[in-house]
C-alpha cells in the first residue's frame, strides 16, 4: 500500500460526499460496539489475554468509527488531526496489550480453549465483513486508511486468536495466547506508526498547496 495518496484516491471532502462511506462507518460502529461486549464477558469468562486485548481494541475501534462520522463534512486539516489521534491511540493500545500479556504471565492465566475458539471465529467473521465493506477506501485520505488499517489488522488477530486456542488446547499451557496477545500489540503498534506517518505526509501536502 502506498503511503501517499495520488490524484486517483479520494480525499476527505471526496469520501464526506460519499452517502456509502457514512453508510458503511455506522455499520463499522454498531459490529464493533457489540463484539466488544461479547469478547469483554467471552475473555473474562475464558481467563484469555487475547480475547480480553481484542475486546479493548474493538472499543478503541468503535470509537473511532463515532470519530470518523463526526469529521465528516469538516475541513481537511480535521480529518488529519483525527488520524494522528487514531494512530496514537493505536501505538498506546499495543503498550497496554504487551503489559496485559506480561501480567498474565507472571499471575499463571489458565486460558479456555473452546470458549477462545469460539468467539476468536466469531470475531473474525464480524471483522472480516467490516473490512470488506471498507475494502475500496484503503487508498484514500490517512484517515480512510487508518480505518482500512484497523479492519485489517483486526481479522488478522482474529485468526491468530483461533490459532492460539488450538495451542492451549494442544499444549495445556497459556504460552499461545499469550504469544498472540503480544503479535496484536505488535500489530497495534506497526499499524499505528502507519497511520501517524500518513497523516504526516498530508500536512505537509497540506502546507505546501497553501504556501504553494
Request: hydrophobic share 50%; aromatic share 8%.
Amino acid at each position: 500500500m502506498s503511503a501517499h495518496c495520488h490524484d486517483h484516491c479520494p480525499s476527505s471532502a471526496q469520501e464526506a460526499r460519499d452517502p456509502r462511506w457514512r453508510r458503511v462507518l455506522w455499520v463499522a460502529l454498531v459490529v464493533n460496539a457489540a463484539m466488544f461486549f461479547v469478547e469483554l464477558a467471552g475473555g473474562l469468562s475464558a481467563d484469555s489475554a487475547s480475547l480480553l486485548a481484542d475486546a479493548v481494541d474493538f472499543a478503541a475501534d468503535a470509537l473511532n468509527y463515532g470519530a470518523s462520522l463526526l469529521v465528516l463534512g469538516m475541513a481537511a486539516h480535521w480529518s488529519t488531526r483525527l488520524a494522528s489521534v487514531k494512530g496514537a491511540l493505536m501505538v498506546g493500545y499495543g503498550l497496554v496489550v504487551l503489559g496485559r500479556a506480561a501480567w498474565s504471565a507472571w499471575a499463571g492465566s489458565s486460558p479456555q480453549p473452546v470458549t477462545m475458539g469460539g468467539i476468536g471465529l466469531l470475531a473474525f467473521a464480524a471483522n472480516l465483513t467490516v473490512a470488506a465493506l471498507l475494502y475500496r477506501y484503503r487508498g484514500g485520505s490517512a484517515n480512510a486508511r487508518s480505518v482500512w488499517l484497523c479492519s485489517r489488522n483486526d481479522a488478522l488477530g482474529n485468526l491468530a486468536i483461533v490459532l492460539a486456542a488450538l495451542g492451549v488446547f494442544g499444549t495445556g499451557t497459556a504460552w499461545p495466547d499469550l504469544v498472540v496477545a503480544t503479535l496484536m500489540a505488535s500489530l497495534g503498534i506497526s499499524g499505528g506508526w502507519q497511520v501517524l506517518r500518513y497523516a504526516r505526509d498530508e500536512r505537509r501536502e497540506g502546507r505546501v498547496h497553501v504556501h504553494g
